[in-house]
């Protein structure tokens, strides 16, 4: 099976950028924009067109919308005062950076910028930080791609991320792979390592806990070639190849996003059968727990 990205663009013509800006700015009938509506609401991502052009002032300038009253000339005191207002208006005693991108008024990553991160912003309008959660690692991003990438039956886009498919931002993915596109790479390089053994996560069992009940029916442990739980690598491979739909009713998350997609042994773990691409298939729940222990 081959992996690989979709085609990717490389030969975009600053004059398709600036128009894609002037774009946005009229849908919202603005004679400006930030960095956060352009990025919500653009084909791109800002940090394409500040590289192309230097700066997103440049950016601005170039498309003929103003810049004199932009976020870049923003106070620290107004900035302070209007996270207060959105931690107001939203009754919370904290905000996001998500949050203040809905209701906000200016461009959250400037003042991001100036303070270091989010956090400390918060800690400066007297607010409490939203980073109490776990440390989000490359293993974390990986596994959140290959679930976005099982719902939608196909390879995830910014635009998937910017309308709240992942859990996680794109400046996230940004921060630990160096933008979207890189994390794409990081995870087609992951699923398609074929000298990782099949030990680095363990999947829910795919038959129901009774197939152990007849203790002559199990077959030792140490005589297998495999082992019963399924990693992340061969339970992507197994899906794309079924292509994201159950084997035996054809549901699919893409259709029915209450369908949940499980991998389960052809010949049961139970009755001898090895944790290998032959004998696994992609069943829904209702169809896996159907079929319980039977081949």
């Not at 270091?116 to 974390?140: C, F, I, M, R, Y």
């Not at 699923?191 to 030990?199: A, F, G, I, K």
């Not at 029915?256 to 992609?282: C, F, R, Y």
């Amino acid at each position: 099976m081959e992996f690989k990205l979709n085609n990717y663009h490389r030969n975009i013509s600053s004059e398709d950028f600036l128009k894609d800006v002037k774009e946005v700015a009229s849908r919202l009938e603005k004679n400006t924009l930030t960095t956060m509506e352009y990025d919500k609401y653009g084909q791109y991502h800002h940090d394409t067109l500040r590289k192309r052009f230097g700066s997103w002032k440049n950016v601005l300038n170039l498309a003929g919308l103003n810049t004199e009253k932009h976020n870049f000339y923003v106070s620290d005191q107004e900035y302070i005062l209007d996270i207060q207002r959105v931690a107001h208006l939203l009754k919370k005693s904290t905000v996001t950076i998500i949050q203040y991108q809905k209701y906000g008024k200016y461009d959250a990553s400037i003042f991001s910028k100036r303070c270091g991160s989010w956090s400390k912003v918060l800690l400066v309008a007297g607010l409490e930080p939203t980073g109490h959660h776990p440390k989000v690692t490359n293993q974390d991003l990986i596994e959140e791609i290959e679930r976005i990438w099982i719902k939608l039956g196909r390879q995830p886009t910014t635009t998937d991320i910017k309308n709240g498919v992942s859990k996680y931002s794109l400046n996230t993915y940004a921060r630990h792979f160096g933008g979207w596109r890189n994390a794409l790479q990081a995870f087609i390089e992951y699923v398609s390592d074929e000298n990782t053994p099949n030990t680095d996560r363990k999947e829910k069992l795919d038959e129901p806990d009774e197939s152990y009940s007849d203790a002559q029916e199990l077959i030792s442990e140490k005589s297998r070639k495999t082992r019963r739980d399924i990693n992340l690598r061969l339970r992507f491979r197994v899906m794309q190849r079924d292509n994201f739909k159950c084997c035996i009713c054809g549901a699919s998350p893409a259709n029915d996003p209450a369908v949940v997609l499980h991998i389960d042994h052809i010949i049961p773990w139970s009755k001898g059968g090895e944790t290998i691409m032959e004998n696994l298939q992609t069943l829904c729940s209702k169809c896996n727990l159907g079929k319980s222990n039977l081949i």
